[in-house]
């Protein structure tokens, strides 16, 4: 069963830096598709960013330039470095998976899911 933990959300000034990680553990084969989503209050919950196991990388228009997503496989670990952070940027942050690796920001119906971290950012 996959399992993912997110951690590193906070609270930050206007500004500021974070970076999220997302521990994964029980995923079996080949082919993926990982991505960072985020949800505010009274919004539908959007993509921020997501990499497959080709090394692609998608970013929403919001935060290109300002995140950063990246992987290390070999503690099956996966980031979101967020910099420049904004007032608008604060939302729960959820990591996610998914077998297929063309999926990308090209969807949000991942079938795997962590349990969320917040980021608020303050102006």
């Known amino acids: 069963q996959v399992q993912l933990v997110e951690s590193g959300g906070g609270s930050v000034q206007a500004g500021g830096s974070l970076r999220l990680s997302c521990a994964a553990s029980g995923y079996t084969g080949s082919g993926y598709s990982m991505g960072w989503f985020r949800q505010a209050p009274g919004k539908k919950r959007e993509g921020v960013a997501a990499i497959n196991d080709n090394g692609e990388t998608s970013y929403a228009d919001s935060v290109k330039g300002r995140f950063t997503i990246s992987q290390d496989n070999a503690k099956n670990t996966l980031y979101l470095q967020m910099n420049s952070l904004k007032p608008e940027d604060t939302a729960m942050y959820y990591c996610?998976?998914?077998?297929?690796?063309?999926?990308?920001?090209?969807?949000?119906?991942?079938?795997?899911w962590g349990q969320g971290t917040q980021v608020t950012v303050s102006s």
């Open positions: 996610a998976a998914d077998r297929r690796w063309w999926l990308l920001l090209y969807s949000v119906e991942y079938n795997y």
